[in-house]
């Protein structure tokens, strides 16, 4: 595709709901990056794919949250038994490999938690 | 950890004034270097790179070189227009014992007034 596309662009949930956002990369990017943006905050790296594996889930907030990518592409972002403070921006982001530092930003959604 | 610390904003400049916005960082290694820039409604696009010291990233007439000696990566642009008014974030990517560490500043959100 031409760029990274995010969705929902949108999404408003109650506390204790699971909520799922997708992301697909751009067309060949083997890497694919999970961050989130807090309001007032800078982006908080939370886990990153190279292919299907994703080396190190350290950066997740909480065992709410896991991540997946099937295919080499498309990635899913579920977190379990929503939170307020879950409220954020949610970025992914793509590179064309992981030596490739240049990564190039989806849109993002924006979840609110009530 | 690693960590990317830049100046506090908002930073507020008339058109044409000279802009710095400071960034300093703390890694292991040799990480790579960079300023991202979120435009008005828009997602977060790479602005410029750098990946070994002393290295001058360069693009749209903003500039930083990679400072190993005092660990740092300031932003400079000569003349400021009202179309660089953004937010502007330094990050770092540097290799860890499990793979890629990626770190974000908080961002600092530049207005220049006509």
């Known amino acids: 595709g031409a760029g990274v596309s995010q969705s929902p662009s949108n999404k408003v949930t109650e506390k204790g709901k699971d909520v799922e956002l997708r992301c697909d990369p751009i067309s060949g990017h083997t890497a694919l990056y999970w961050y989130r943006q807090s309001l007032g905050q800078g982006l908080e790296f939370l886990i990153y794919?190279?292919?299907?594996?994703?080396?190190?889930k350290s950066g997740l907030p909480s065992d709410r949250f896991s991540a997946e990518r099937t295919g080499g592409s498309v990635s899913t972002l579920t977190i379990q038994r929503t939170q307020q403070e879950d409220s954020a921006v949610y970025l992914c982001?793509?590179?064309?490999?992981?030596?490739?530092?240049?990564?190039?930003f989806g849109p993002g959604t924006r979840l609110t938690v009530l | 950890g690693d960590s990317v610390t830049q100046m506090e904003g908002p930073v507020t400049l008339s058109e044409e004034a000279f802009l710095t916005i400071n960034c300093t960082y703390t890694a292991t290694g040799y990480p790579s270097l960079f300023w991202y820039v979120q435009y008005p409604g828009e997602g977060l696009q790479l602005l410029l790179k750098?990946?070994?010291?002393?290295d001058k990233g360069s693009n749209k007439g903003f500039e930083a070189t990679y400072r190993k000696e005092t660990t740092s990566f300031h932003l400079e642009k000569g003349s400021v227009q009202v179309s660089d008014s953004a937010v502007y974030f330094c990050a770092l990517s540097g290799l860890v014992n499990y793979g890629q560490n990626f770190v974000f500043g908080p961002g600092t959100r530049l207005s220049v007034l006509p």
């Open positions: 982001a793509s590179s064309l490999d992981l030596a490739d530092n240049e990564q190039f």
């Open positions: 750098a990946t070994k010291a002393d």
């Open positions: 794919f190279q292919g299907n594996s994703a080396p190190d």
